[in-house]
């Protein structure tokens, strides 16, 4: 099992919409996959088509009432389950105050979980709370939604502090996988130099004892795509709501490559000189907007 926490402590970065796209693309190739939803927004949830507080109990049951991982999750496709979140989620933290191993009990309980799944994608608020730490605590594998932003750069910093500082002390199994770039536009001159930055960051650190001394910058991009913004009004993932659209086959392609495959032809290529992203021929193209990504 690969439990993998998608987390950046920036807000509107694509956490949500990679966490759900990346669980349904690894889904539909037959993976048994678990969305582990973190955030008391719920909007991971939203996404997959449940109604928080309208659907069962939630992860709020599982973290303060000890619930187990089976009694909560809800299968909404063929290999795709999720552990939904609710507003509730959001006074854990006080009421967990006097818990001893309170930034574990995810881990435990997952632990105890006998459904065999391939992969457990957990998406994280925008915050380190006890439960970003509870990802933390139970992934082995770190990927860090980002935007080509100098911006980000800065921000990336202080989140790589955070998994060393959990790596030391709590769970030494912990390793940052990868960065994935959302909202990307292509050839523009800034987001081929924060890449840039990017990839000598981490060139640079290959050898030392750090978490992300392994992390890989993944070739794939998600590009701006409108329908990556519809398709949570609907309760889809992109491959129900626009499985033709480039959003679906951006986050197809990072699917394959995080199980070593090399990246669609789009994007295998050394130079990545496409135009920006534009609807299919006969549509009107909304403007562009922030909102492709609105986790």
Same mark, same amino acid.
């Given at each position: ?28 190739? @037959? ?59 959001? @006074? ?75 790596? #030391?002390?709590?769970? #030494? ?31 640079? #650190? ?17 590009? #701006? ?71």
């Amino acid at each position: 099992m690969r439990r993998i926490a998608v987390l950046n402590q920036k807000g509107g970065v694509g956490k949500t919409t990679t966490t759900v796209n990346l669980a349904a693309a690894l889904a539909l190739e @037959g993976h048994k996959t678990l969305v582990v939803d973190l955030d008391p927004q719920a909007h991971a949830t939203l996404h997959l088509g449940l109604l928080p507080g309208r659907s069962g109990p939630s992860l709020y049951e599982v973290l303060t009432h000890n619930m187990s991982m089976q009694s909560v999750r809800r299968q909404v496709a063929p290999n795709l389950h999720v552990c939904g979140s609710h507003i509730d989620l959001a @006074g854990a933290e006080l009421e967990l105050l006097g818990t001893v191993g309170r930034e574990v009990i995810l881990r435990d309980q997952l632990q105890v979980d006998r459904e065999p799944f391939d992969y457990v994608l957990m998406d994280c608020p925008p915050s380190l709370s006890v439960l970003t730490l509870n990802a933390l605590c139970a992934a082995t594998e770190v990927f860090i939604p980002l935007q080509a932003h100098f911006l980000a750069l800065h921000g990336l910093s202080k989140l790589l502090e955070t998994v060393h500082l959990v790596s #030391r002390r709590v769970n #030494r199994d912990l390793k940052v996988g990868g960065i994935i770039l959302c909202l990307y536009d292509a050839g523009t001159r800034h987001g081929s130099e924060v890449i840039e930055d990017l990839e000598g960051f981490f060139a640079a #650190r290959r050898n030392n004892a750090v978490p992300w001394a392994e992390a890989k910058l993944f070739r794939t991009r998600i590009r #701006r795509n409108i329908r990556l913004a519809e398709c949570p009004s609907f309760g889809q993932s992109i491959f129900e709501y626009a499985p033709n659209s480039r959003g679906a086959e951006d986050y197809a392609s990072l699917a394959g490559e995080i199980q070593g495959r090399a990246p669609a032809a789009i994007w295998a290529e050394s130079e990545m000189d496409m135009d920006t992203d534009t609807d299919p021929p006969g549509e009107v193209a909304p403007p562009e907007t922030d909102a492709a990504s609105a986790a």
